[in-house]
């Protein structure tokens, strides 16, 4: 049987992203592994070198993925259309975010980019992804590699999920189940979500909700809890409306105080 380089069009919506590469050859080859794994989308975060000949060197051949590959500043850049975020971690537990092994991983972003766009990150050589980097993502991916020497080298990470993103595409039959959602029911993007949470942290001050305490703790467990639920689009703006009548009840409460 000849399997086409792309077998299902969920293969299309599903990107890598490198945050801060330092070594060139590391996207080149990372480019590679990809190719070779029926994957074409690349996004690069803040490169260190990039264009470089080394990079090129290195694809061996994927060298249209990196000609295509998209440069932007930020990783929210990267992502912000994203419904689905998976980060990639070195080290297991660092963050209290869902953590999967490669497998489940790449069957849960393949069963995501049934119906949106879905990214799956990885850091720099030397440090990894930041917290704040991580807190984008709604779940971590560790691959339970040796515990006491777990840093596998990026494009050799980036290799193991995209063989596992592989074999969930060709497992994925019959296609995606029908969508039988209503379009207002769309799981809501990053965007929209980052648009919440930037208002949730608003009204929690304007509510003297943190009384003095630092507010990143119960931010940290609410963004987990709410990514955790995955959100339509249109929870977000009852969740949204919620807050405004909280912030105007609060506004209304100072006024009178
Ligand atoms: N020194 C860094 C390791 C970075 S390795 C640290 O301790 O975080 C570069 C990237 O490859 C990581 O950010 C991660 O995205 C990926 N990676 C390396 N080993 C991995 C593993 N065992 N599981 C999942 N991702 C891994």
Do not use: W
């Not at 086409?4 to 590469?21: C, M, N, Q, S």
């Not at 440090?127 to 494009?155: D, K, R």
């Not at 990514?227 to 703006?237: G, I, M």
């Not at 405004?244 to 506004?251: E, K, T």
């Amino acid at each position: 049987m000849n399997t086409p380089a792309f077998p299902l069009p969920a293969a299309a919506r599903l990107r890598i992203v490198l945050v801060g590469t330092q070594h060139p050859g590391n996207i080149g080859a990372a480019a590679r592994a990809l190719k070779t794994m029926g994957l074409a989308r690349l996004v690069l975060v803040a490169p260190e070198q990039f264009p470089a000949d080394e990079a090129f060197r290195r694809a061996a051949g994927a060298d249209d993925l990196l000609a295509a590959a998209g440069v932007v500043a930020t990783l929210a850049e990267a992502v912000a259309d994203c419904r689905y975020v998976l980060g990639c971690t070195a080290r297991s537990r660092r963050v209290q975010l869902e953590e999967f092994e490669p497998r489940q991983a790449a069957a849960q972003a393949v069963a995501m980019a049934a119906d949106g766009e879905v990214a799956l990150v990885f850091g720099r050589e030397r440090t990894g992804l930041t917290n704040e980097e991580l807190q984008l993502c709604h779940a971590a991916v560790h691959i339970p590699a040796n515990p006491e020497y777990s840093s596998l080298n990026l494009a050799a990470a980036v290799q193991v999920l995209a063989y596992e993103l592989r074999l969930a595409l060709r497992e994925q039959s019959p296609p995606a189940a029908p969508d039988n959602r209503h379009p207002d029911e769309a799981p809501a993007s990053h965007a929209q979500l980052e648009g919440f949470f930037a208002q949730l942290g608003q009204t929690l001050d304007e509510i003297d909700f943190h009384k003095g305490r630092t507010p990143d703790s119960a931010m940290r467990k609410l963004r987990r809890l709410f990514l955790r639920a995955q959100p339509s689009e249109q929870e977000v703006r009852l969740l949204r409306g919620v807050l405004a009548d909280a912030q105007r009840m609060a506004r209304l409460a100072e006024g009178r105080g």
